[in-house]
């Protein structure tokens, strides 16, 4: 089975990259939609995908547009966070939601695919992505610090019927800035282990152990020497980490990749040619730039 495989952080913008100053958030969008066309990934799997429903009971958001940017047939969205269940006054948008009547405003992890979804249990019987707390914090308090995580996982129903799953793990307040304190940095360094253990224990049985295809992208906040990739993911679970040919930074914060595609198990992989879109169009799309790979496996 041959695959073209995406991931981006949609969540950012122009904030983040000076090369375009001037551009509006409708330009951002038709970026996004120019630039998922040209990807023209097979299956192309996004964090920080927003939407709103407003007063007149209309759906706002940016699926669709990549939805027919990409020419994709299936796609499904998996809310993380909502004013909903998580109204929070601390949040500016929320707050812009209540004042401009919308019915509700959220935003999660997303997954486009050209090739059908499967039921998780049954390859042969269409189904749907599940989408699966791994991080509850018991109070969200307006930052990212209280986000709940949460994986989408689904299957695609062609052979071998990989297993799909896209996630976005926490990252704290400051803990990138150069001044972050030691002790900040490894709570959330713990976190993000907490979360891929998570993980594990949710695909191990049905999938690990049975040594079904599972392919693993996302926005994981940690570069690829971190010990929840490095030694959890890679060292103890055999996941292979697809390196691009220019292992450069995908975020503009970051100095290493922090936005990665991972393929279990190795011994399935045939091929596999992987690279970071960097171009100013990816840049003008979001502050994360796309990690794509075209993959062989069996």
Request: charged share 25%; with cysteine.
């Amino acid at each position: 089975m041959d695959l073209r495989v995406g991931t981006i952080n949609i969540g950012g913008g122009e904030k983040s990259f000076e090369e375009f100053p001037q551009a509006t958030q409708k330009t951002r969008q038709e970026a996004l939609a120019m630039l998922v066309n040209r990807i023209d990934a097979t299956l192309l799997c996004l964090q920080e995908v927003s939407k709103y429903i407003d007063s007149d009971g209309l759906t706002h958001n940016l699926m669709d547009g990549i939805t027919q940017g990409g020419k994709y047939n299936y796609s499904f969205y998996g809310k993380t966070v909502s004013m909903e269940t998580h109204m929070q006054v601390k949040k500016d948008v929320m707050v812009k939601g209540v004042f401009n009547d919308w019915w509700d405003w959220s935003k999660g992890n997303a997954i486009h695919a050209k090739i059908p979804f499967s039921r998780l249990s049954d390859p042969s019987q269409p189904g749907t992505p599940r989408n699966i707390p791994i991080y509850q914090p018991p109070v969200y308090e307006g930052t990212r610090n209280t986000e709940p995580r949460y994986v989408l996982l689904s299957r695609l129903k062609q052979a071998p019927y990989p297993f799909i799953a896209t996630l976005h793990l926490t990252t704290l307040v400051d803990e990138r800035h150069p001044q972050a304190q030691p002790d900040q940095v490894e709570k959330a360094r713990d976190l993000r282990r907490q979360q891929l253990e998570k993980f594990i224990n949710l695909v191990k049985v049905n999938i690990l152990d049975k040594g079904l295809p599972l392919i693993l992208t996302g926005d994981f906040n940690a570069s690829s020497d971190e010990a929840c990739i490095k030694e959890m993911l890679v060292s103890k679970n055999g996941f292979k980490r697809l390196v691009p040919e220019e292992d450069g930074p995908s975020h503009a914060e970051s100095k290493n990749p922090i936005d990665h595609i991972l393929f279990f198990p190795e011994k399935r992989l045939l091929q596999y040619h992987c690279w970071i879109e960097t171009n100013g169009l990816s840049r003008k799309a979001s502050d994360h730039l796309p990690v794509v790979a075209d993959l062989t496996i069996e």
